[in-house]
């Protein structure tokens, strides 16, 4: 399925290094989010965007800073990461926010080193 | 608070019946959803169902919810090899939802042959 598509699928930076994951999606959605899974941990909300605006933020350190310029693009900019940052991040999209499910890309698995 | 719980690991034959289940806390959730997550991908959609409901069939799969103990389980008839994944449970972030979804720490399912 292509719906949301994530790019790059993997990414290897140093900590002081800038980058920014992409995602697209071609469903017609109007909301987005970022998703963070870390080994043996539940999935952790990141972001929310509705129709390009932040309606969720959930206490993420500012060297995450997420964009939306429209209801098809997010992206998600990293700088001076951790080495606790490697993960997979994923990103998903719905109709609006209160009306899901959620549909999710592949997942950019990022390494920190 | 809100919360999601999964058995960790489920080993089944193929060609059984297997059951992941699930408990969650939030009693005004509005959906309950079963995702599945294969090797290096992100999560696929499997099934939901809307809390007003006991029970949803879709081929293989058999969702059953009991509301009052709150428990949620999924059914795969017939399992397949290829059903060799993690699955996990997610409930809908209850009122003023802004797109929340509550995940719970996925049931890793082996099928043997």
């Known amino acids: 399925e292509t719906g949301v598509t994530q790019t790059p699928r993997h990414l290897v930076m140093g900590m002081t290094n800038k980058k920014s994951l992409k995602c697209e999606q071609h469903?017609?959605?109007?909301?987005m989010y970022w998703y963070k899974q870390s080994a043996k941990k539940p999935l952790e909300l990141m972001f929310v965007?509705?129709?390009?605006?932040?309606?969720e933020n959930n206490s993420v350190p500012s060297r995450f800073s997420p964009e939306c310029p429209n209801s098809s693009h997010l992206f998600l900019h990293l700088h001076t990461l951790q080495p606790e940052d490697s993960a997979l991040y994923l990103c998903?999209?719905?109709?609006?926010?209160?009306?899901?499910?959620?549909?999710f890309g592949d997942g950019t698995r990022l390494s920190i080193l | 608070g809100e919360d999601v719980e999964q058995s960790l690991f489920l080993s089944v034959r193929e060609g059984d019946s297997s059951v992941i289940n699930c408990t969650y806390t939030d009693s005004s959730s509005t959906y309950l959803y079963w995702y599945k997550q294969e090797p290096g991908a992100g999560l696929q959609l499997l099934t939901y169902i809307f809390s007003n409901m006991d029970m949803k069939q879709d081929q293989r799969l058999t969702v059953l919810l009991n509301k009052k103990d709150k428990h949620l389980s999924l059914r795969i008839a017939d399992t397949q090899t290829g059903d060799s994944a993690i699955y996990f449970c997610a409930e809908s972030g209850g009122s003023g939802n802004t797109g929340k979804l509550i995940f719970g720490q996925g049931t890793t399912l082996q099928v043997k042959p």
């Open positions: 965007y509705s129709l390009e605006e932040r309606v």
């Open positions: 998903a999209s719905s109709q609006d926010p209160d009306r899901q499910p959620q549909h």
């Open positions: 469903l017609g959605h109007n909301a």
